[in-house]
């Protein structure tokens, strides 16, 4: 097996505090703060293995930007997942794509239950003051930014009314809107607003018969997006636990995907729309032109790329991934007319990022940041990183050989004049070398500028997030 999966999808022997790491290279003054990342730091419980990149057991990393210097530290996340997976070195709650082995004994007596996971390892959020591990399931695990300790169980309704949240919440103002699911005889679609001080509130809800795997969700100034792609679940089938999660689910193209938008004060279902059947994880930007709802997204044509990220299909190293399309879709919301969309460039994405805080709901932003791949180098991995030009159609590519990196994150120049002016961030793993390192880049040339070398591999991860005030 290729190295670079044996140790990006392997073990993180050791949580690490580091003052100062090894630095080539030099950091401009004005970046000061700390990325906060989450993602896997094991495949494995005991001698067991989890069989999917979604599955493993989350870990939160930090890199701290003080005067030119970058501090970084590494810490599994205190979850029950994980406590009883090192307790019992056996994988006893169900993940993504990984259920825990049951007896013939259980089988037979049908008393197989799986605990759902609390491992929240996709993303972190600043969620109206409190720092938040964000998982798929509803359970997600407030930590101290600081120490990268647990604190404890976060929800978004204080209930845990909802099965599973999305990964991927809105913030606009103090506001934070998020979209849930929950499953049931009669399954429901819930966007929460999470605001400082008072209790979650539920901002909109939508029945649905079979629910959707939905990863993300658009907003606009007024509108909030459920893109309903028609890869659906029997809930009761997600409840039971027939399987593990996502094995549930169905592609059912001839379903088309359905839109619905939401008036964001009222909470009111405004337009219900269809389009063809295609698949995402993650939307990008939306907004508003005249009577027009623009939405941009990372698109597939089916899910086929969530098969793709079965491990022993990576480590099988026979295909490369398939890749999402920048595609802009946009809806008539005064008339009938069909959705259109049309591809914004030719390079293949994952991980799509932008200048956010600055420019989401505007649709004058011009660049999107990817992970990618090289067609040419056929790594069934991520092995580059990719600046989309989507007023332009054109992309400029980062690479290394034998390089895999991870979610790049653009950190705004607080001075700047251009949308690309300030820095990416990168966690790369190095396959020759065995260990990752910190990748920094000049955005507008899209350049190094500096690296800072990890003393271990981090595993590849999913998503996180820079914050100037810790
Ligand atoms: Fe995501």
């Known amino acids: 097996m290729r190295k670079a999966f044996e140790i990006g999808f ?56 003080r005067n030119g210097t970058v501090s970084y530290a590494n810490k599994f996340l205190q979850c029950k997942a994980y406590n009883e997976a090192k307790l019992n070195e056996k994988i006893s709650y169900s993940e993504f794509a990984t259920d825990p082995c049951y007896s013939l004994f259980d089988r037979v007596k ?26 798929e399931p509803s359970l997600q695990m407030e930590f101290d930014p600081e120490t990268l300790e647990s604190v404890g169980v976060f929800a978004y ?29 009669v399954s429901n679609y819930r966007f929460m607003k999470l605001t400082k001080g008072n209790d979650p509130q539920l901002v909109a809800s939508q029945k649905v018969k079979s629910p959707a795997y ?40 001839e379903r088309g995907t359905r839109i619905f938008i939401f008036d964001r004060n009222s909470g009111k279902l405004i337009k219900k729309t269809i389009t063809d059947a295609f698949f995402a994880f993650h939307h990008i930007n939306a907004f508003e032109k ?13 899910p086929g790329i969530i098969q793709s990220f079965y491990l022993d299909r990576i480590k099988s190293e026979e295909k490369i991934l398939p890749g999402g399309e920048i595609r802009r879709y946009k809806v008539d919301l005064n008339s009938s007319q069909k959705v259109t969309f049309e591809k914004l460039t030719d390079e293949l994405i994952e991980l799509p990022r932008f200048d ?35 007023k332009s159609g054109k992309s400029v590519v980062w690479s290394e050989q034998n390089c895999f990196p991870g979610e790049p994150v653009f950190i705004r120049n607080p ?36 690296r800072a070398e990890i003393p271990h591999a981090v595993l590849f991860g999913y998503h996180g997030n820079f914050y100037t005030n810790i």
Do not use: C
């Open 356 to 390: 956010y805080d600055k420019l989401n709901m505007n649709g004058n932003y011009q660049f999107i940041y990817s992970i990618g791949m090289d067609s040419k180098a056929k790594n069934s991995f991520y092995d580059q990183i990719v600046k989309s030009d989507i």
């Open 110 to 135: 049908g008393v197989f239950s799986p605990k759902i996971t609390d491992s929240a390892k996709v993303n972190v959020g600043n969620l109206s003051g409190k720092f938040v591990a964000l998982g």
């Open 10 to 65: 392997g073990t993180t022997e050791n949580e690490l505090v580091i003052d100062e790491l090894q630095l080539k290279g030099k950091i401009p003054d004005w970046v000061e703060g700390t990325l906060l990342r989450n993602g896997p730091g094991t495949f494995k419980a005991g001698n067991q293995n989890y069989r999917h990149w979604f599955d493993g057991l989350a870990m939160l990393h930090k890199f701290t930007f």
């Open 290 to 302: 005249g009577n027009e709802l623009i939405f941009d997204i990372a698109a597939y044509p089916d």
């Open 157 to 185: 309704d204080n209930k845990v009314n909802q099965h599973v949240t999305t990964v991927h919440p809105h913030i606009d103002n103090n506001e934070v809107i998020n979209l849930t699911t929950r499953f049931g005889r």
């Open 415 to 450: 001075k700047s004049k251009s949308e690309d002016d300030g820095i990416i961030l990168s966690v790369v793993l190095d396959e020759s070398k065995g260990n990752s390192f910190l990748l920094v880049m000049d955005a507008q040339s899209f350049t190094e500028i500096a």
């Open 214 to 253: 939905l990863h993300s969700f658009g907003m606009s100034k007024n509108y909030l997006i459920i893109t309903e792609f028609p890869y659906v679940v029997n809930p009761l089938k997600v409840l039971f636990k027939a399987k593990p999660f996502i094995e549930n689910y169905v592609w059912k193209p």
